[in-house]
């Protein structure tokens, strides 16, 4: 397998063991033009259709070609190209955010980190903003029973397969950037069908309420 970008990950099936071998690309970048803060002052149609359950298969190898694809592409940056989009959208936001989020100057923070992580692996933000509450409920703190960490809860063992041990899974913009990628890569394996995809980033492959819980999250968002 060739070496492309290197991160839209984590197991196929499972939270607890590595993922399967599988072609992907992607990209991933920065976000928020409109972004006087930076990282660090931060912390169509869907069907869904399960067809026949399938069994969840335990994987143990990493795939070299995600991990390629994250390594290359973590300092990338991307802003917002319209200003007047991006604070429009910012304000849309912030006012839905306010529930779970106190702080104006956070949630706006947050925002933008989640906009320019999403629009750089080429993500719907108000997607992303629906895994997060499904995930951790914006808690960039929460730690899973099984050691997933962080605001899209991601596994650790990614910071070593991408050689990037000294990583933060609790900074935001760091666990967004491994998040964001890791749906990409799982929308696009996929083929576009985001109850499978959202199964895997779950690593609930064969069933699909994670997937329903989600997509109902999505429809507040949007």
């Known amino acids: 397998m060739s070496a492309l970008l290197a991160m839209r990950w984590l197991a196929v099936n499972s939270r607890h063991q590595a993922p399967q071998a599988c072609a992907l690309a992607l990209a991933c970048g920065l976000l928020v033009g409109a972004a006087e803060l930076s990282a660090e002052q931060m912390a169509g149609n869907i069907i869904l259709t399960p067809a026949t359950e399938q069994p969840i298969i ?33 304000m849309l936001m912030d006012t839905r955010l306010a529930r779970y989020i106190k702080s104006p100057d956070e949630r706006l923070a947050l925002l933008r980190l989640i906009h320019r992580e999403a629009t750089a692996a080429d993500v719907k933000p108000e997607l992303v903003l629906a895994v997060i509450e499904t995930e951790s409920h914006f808690d960039r703190f929460a730690i899973s029973p099984v050691g997933a960490m962080g605001i899209m809860q991601i596994m650790p063992f990614w910071k070593n397969e991408i050689g990037r041990p000294e990583d933060n899974l609790i900074d935001a913009a760091t666990n967004l950037r491994y998040g964001c990628i890791i749906l990409k890569h ?17 690593g609930s492959y064969g069933s699909y309420r994670y997937s329903a819980k989600v997509m109902d999250a999505w429809e507040r968002w949007r």
Request: no cysteine; charged share 35%.
């Open 58 to 90: 335990p994987q143990s190898t990493v795939d070299d070609e995600l991990r390629q694809l994250l390594k290359n592409h973590i300092e990338r940056a991307d802003s917002f190209t319209d200003r007047f989009d991006a604070e429009a959208w910012l």
């Open 186 to 202: 799982y929308i696009d394996i996929a083929d576009g069908r985001l109850a499978e995809a959202l199964a895997r980033y779950n």
